[in-house]
């Protein structure tokens, strides 16, 4: 058992959300991104944090990561702020690499073998070796798919609380993202939770059992998947499209 299920306050974390913001407010200088942005995330969910592009869905994740500082408000994982005790309950997908081309995948495995005690290496090698990846390959001499498989298999090896991945399936193809998703899904913890960030909702609504419209800085949507159909007689990606006008 990890520092991920101790005991916290004479309590269970098992008990809590493993996700819970109150009233959140960021600014960017005089640009408000996020405006009283309130959610929470039961254990064993994923859910998708919906938008179109420049709406604030990266800012959440890096507040939640603890990457940025909010102006106002309460984001908590497993029952604790952002911070150092909460970097171990987090593995996080920026929308970005933050890796050097110049690594090679073994380089790579060594670094996340250091820097996160909850990395499962035998789990990335397994994965890495099903897609004929070699350890001694370069990121510089891979294909953007390639190279988005290689980040997620990282990302999903880890044994965290909460997996924030941002865009996952953005710029890759359709081939890619069908790898992508059964990535997530086949490495999927029931006690850990995913938030998604995404504007590409039709190929990716099967996985979300609760989703989040973000708007203007806002929560306008956020229920369960099911639920959501029902109410509004219409898919998850087609109720994207109404309320964003795509």
């Known amino acids: 058992m990890n520092q991920n299920t101790e005991l916290i306050q004479g309590g269970s974390i ?3 959300p493993v996700l819970e913001i109150k009233n959140v407010h960021k600014k960017y200088l005089s640009h ?9 995330i039961p ?25 940025l500082q909010l102006d106002e408000g309460e984001i ?12 171990s309950m987090i593995s996080y997908l920026p929308e970005r690499s933050y890796l050097n081309d110049w690594m090679k995948i073994s380089d790579i495995l060594n670094l996340f073998s250091d820097f996160y005690a909850d990395f499962d290496r035998d ?38 609380s909460l997996y924030l991945l941002d865009e996952p399936i953005g710029g890759v193809d359709p081939a890619t993202r069908e790898y992508i998703l059964h990535t997530i899904l086949k490495n999927f913890d ?5 938030l998604i960030t995404t504007h590409l909702i039709q190929d990716v609504e099967t996985i979300f059992d609760q989703v989040l419209f973000l708007n203007q800085g806002k929560i306008v949507i956020d229920g369960e998947v099911d639920e959501i159909r029902e109410k509004y007689g219409k898919s998850i990606d087609g109720l994207f499209r109404e309320v964003f006008r795509c």
């Open 190 to 194: 029931e006690n850990s939770s995913i």
């Open 123 to 160: 789990r990335a090698e397994q994965m890495l070796t099903d897609l004929k990846i070699s350890k001694e390959e370069k990121l510089k001499t891979m294909s953007k798919g390639t190279k988005e498989k290689v980040q997620l298999i990282l990302v999903m090896s880890r044994r965290a």
């Open 14 to 16: 098992m008990e809590l």
């Open 43 to 67: 254990r064993g969910k994923i859910v998708g944090l919906l938008g179109p592009n420049g709406c604030g869905k990266t800012t959440i994740l890096k507040l939640i990561s603890g990457l």
């Open 32 to 40: 408000t991104v996020l405006e009283g942005v309130g959610f929470s």
């Open 76 to 87: 908590r994982i497993n029952g604790i702020c952002p911070g150092q005790q909460t970097k």
